[in-house]
C-alpha cells in the first residue's frame, strides 16, 4: 500500500508545510462525501510513534462530578493519550457531554476538564464511571464548539443545537440525541463505505467537492480507531444534511463524443480521475501554511497543543517537538 500511494503522490501534487510528512490516496467517495487517505511517507514515522495510544482502548470516563465537567483518565500504564476534540459521551438516563477542545493525558493520568458541553437541555443526571465508547459533535457544531472552548457554562452549546437539529426538521431544543436517533441507521454506511487502510493515518474530507476538513493521528492505530467516529458522526451527518438539502455532487460527466473501443473508455476514466485528484489536492495544499497561524494553548506531557483560527479554518494541533503528531481542522462555514 505505501509503493501505491507514493506512486499516486508522484503522480499528482506532493504534499507539503503542515502535511509535508505525509502522501495522499486515491480520492473515494460515498454520496456528496468524498475522502483523500493520508499516509506516512515513511515506515520510520511510524514506528516512531508507537508511544501515542488509541483512544478508545485507553480512555475511561471517572465521572462527572458537576454538570459541565468530566474527569477522564489514560488507562494506559505506558504511552501518552491524545484525546481528539470535540468528542462527546453517551449513556442512557443522564446528561450526556461532549469536550471543547483536545485534551493531553500522560500515562495513567486522570484530568478534570470543566468546561465541557452539557448536550441533552433539561436532562438530569450525571456521567457514571465507564471505559467508555465516544462519538463527535457534527461537523456544523465544531465552530461554535470552538469558538466556545474555555466557556465554564455547561448550557452555552444549547442554542447552536437547536439550530442544527431544525435543519433537519427536529424541534427539540438543545438536545442531540434527539438528532442522532432518528438518523443513526442512515449515518451508518459511511462507515462501511469509506474504510480505512493499512498504514493510513488520516484524511482530508470534502463535501460536494469543497474541501471541509483535515484530520491526522500519530499513528495507524489510533486512526483506524478514529476514522469511524469521524466518518458517521462528523463529516458523515454533513453529507446527509447536504443530500438533503439537494446539493450537486462534484464529480464531472465523462466525455463520450468518439469514443472508439474498451480500450479508449478506460484511459478516459482513468485520465478524468487523475483531474478530479488534481483538483482536489490543489485544494488541500491551501491549507499547508496555516500552521504559521497558529497560537500555543497548552504545553504538557511532552507536547504542545496550538490552536488556528484563520482564513476560514479552524482547529488544533499536537506537536512532539518539530513533528505534527495530531491535527483536527475544519472549515468554519460551510
Same mark, same amino acid.
Given at each position: 500500500?505505501?509503493?501505491?500511494?507514493?506512486?499516486?503522490? @508522484? @503522480?499528482? =501534487?506532493?504534499?507539503?508545510?503542515?502535511?509535508?510528512?505525509?502522501?495522499? !490516496?486515491?480520492?473515494?467517495?460515498?454520496?456528496?462525501?468524498?475522502?483523500?487517505?493520508?499516509?506516512?511517507?515513511?515506515?520510520?514515522?511510524?514506528? =516512531?510513534?508507537?508511544?501515542?495510544?488509541?483512544?478508545?482502548? $485507553? &480512555?475511561?470516563?471517572?465521572?462527572?462530578? +458537576?454538570?459541565?465537567?468530566?474527569?477522564?483518565?489514560? %488507562?494506559?500504564?505506558?504511552?501518552?493519550?491524545?484525546?481528539?476534540?470535540?468528542?462527546?459521551?453517551?449513556?442512557?438516563?443522564?446528561?450526556?457531554?461532549?469536550?471543547?477542545?483536545?485534551?493531553?493525558?500522560?500515562? +495513567?493520568?486522570?484530568?478534570?476538564?470543566?468546561?465541557?458541553?452539557?448536550?441533552?437541555?433539561?436532562?438530569?443526571?450525571?456521567?457514571?464511571?465507564?471505559?467508555?465508547?465516544?462519538?463527535?459533535?457534527?461537523? @456544523?457544531?465544531? %465552530?461554535?464548539?470552538?469558538?466556545?472552548? +474555555?466557556?465554564?457554562?455547561?448550557?452555552?452549546?444549547?442554542?447552536?443545537?437547536?439550530?442544527?437539529?431544525?435543519?433537519?426538521?427536529?424541534?427539540?431544543?438543545?438536545?442531540?440525541?434527539?438528532?442522532?436517533?432518528?438518523?443513526?441507521?442512515?449515518?451508518?454506511?459511511?462507515?462501511?463505505?469509506?474504510?480505512?487502510?493499512?498504514?493510513?493515518?488520516?484524511?482530508?474530507?470534502?463535501?460536494?467537492?469543497?474541501?471541509?476538513?483535515?484530520?491526522?493521528?500519530?499513528?495507524?492505530?489510533?486512526?483506524?480507531?478514529?476514522?469511524?467516529?469521524?466518518?458517521?458522526?462528523?463529516?458523515? $451527518?454533513?453529507?446527509?444534511?447536504?443530500?438533503?438539502?439537494?446539493?450537486?455532487?462534484?464529480?464531472?460527466?465523462?466525455?463520450?463524443?468518439?469514443?472508439?473501443?474498451?480500450?479508449?473508455?478506460?484511459?478516459?476514466?482513468?485520465?478524468?480521475?487523475?483531474?478530479?485528484?488534481?483538483?482536489? &489536492? *490543489?485544494?488541500?495544499?491551501?491549507?499547508?501554511?496555516?500552521?504559521?497561524?497558529?497560537?500555543? *494553548?497548552?504545553?504538557?506531557?511532552?507536547?504542545? &497543543? &496550538?490552536?488556528?483560527?484563520?482564513? !476560514?479554518?479552524? +482547529?488544533?494541533?499536537?506537536?512532539?517537538? =518539530?513533528?505534527?503528531?495530531?491535527? =483536527?481542522?475544519?472549515?468554519?462555514?460551510?
Amino acid at each position: 500500500m505505501e509503493i501505491q500511494v507514493k506512486q499516486e503522490a @508522484e @503522480e499528482t =501534487s506532493p504534499l507539503t508545510g503542515l502535511l509535508a510528512h505525509l502522501a495522499p !490516496g486515491p480520492l473515494v467517495s460515498w454520496g456528496m462525501l468524498e475522502v483523500i487517505g493520508l499516509f506516512p511517507v515513511s515506515t520510520e514515522q511510524e514506528q =516512531s510513534r508507537t508511544r501515542f495510544v488509541p483512544p478508545m482502548r $485507553s &480512555l475511561e470516563v471517572v465521572g462527572s462530578p +458537576g454538570y459541565g465537567t468530566l474527569v477522564l483518565r489514560n %488507562r494506559a500504564s505506558d504511552g501518552v493519550l491524545v484525546l481528539p476534540m470535540h468528542v462527546a459521551f453517551f449513556q442512557p438516563g443522564v446528561q450526556n457531554h461532549a469536550t471543547s477542545r483536545v485534551l493531553l493525558l500522560d500515562a +495513567g493520568e486522570t484530568l478534570t476538564a470543566d468546561d465541557c458541553f452539557c448536550i441533552q437541555q433539561a436532562q438530569g443526571g450525571t456521567l457514571r464511571q465507564a471505559q467508555q465508547r465516544f462519538c463527535m459533535l457534527p461537523l @456544523e457544531l465544531r %465552530r461554535a464548539a470552538f469558538e466556545l472552548q +474555555g466557556v465554564k457554562d455547561f448550557r452555552r452549546l444549547w442554542t447552536a443545537i437547536a439550530a442544527y437539529s431544525r435543519r433537519y426538521g427536529i424541534n427539540y431544543g438543545g438536545h442531540l440525541e434527539r438528532w442522532l436517533r432518528p438518523n443513526f441507521a442512515q449515518l451508518l454506511p459511511y462507515r462501511h463505505a469509506l474504510e480505512w487502510l493499512p498504514a493510513q493515518v488520516g484524511a482530508a474530507f470534502f463535501l460536494a467537492g469543497t474541501l471541509v476538513g483535515v484530520e491526522v493521528a500519530p499513528n495507524s492505530t489510533y486512526w483506524a480507531e478514529l476514522l469511524p467516529v469521524l466518518l458517521i458522526y462528523c463529516y458523515g $451527518s454533513a453529507a446527509l444534511l447536504a443530500g438533503r438539502q439537494h446539493c450537486a455532487p462534484s464529480r464531472p460527466t465523462l466525455n463520450l463524443e468518439g469514443l472508439r473501443d474498451l480500450d479508449d473508455l478506460q484511459q478516459r476514466l482513468a485520465e478524468a480521475r487523475r483531474r478530479e485528484q488534481r483538483a482536489h &489536492l *490543489a485544494q488541500l495544499c491551501t491549507v499547508a501554511s496555516l500552521h504559521k497561524q497558529a497560537r500555543p *494553548a497548552e504545553e504538557h506531557a511532552g507536547l504542545r &497543543l &496550538l490552536s488556528i483560527s484563520h482564513d !476560514g479554518w479552524l +482547529g488544533q494541533m499536537v506537536y512532539a517537538g =518539530s513533528e505534527l503528531v495530531y491535527l =483536527s481542522l475544519f472549515r468554519s462555514e460551510l
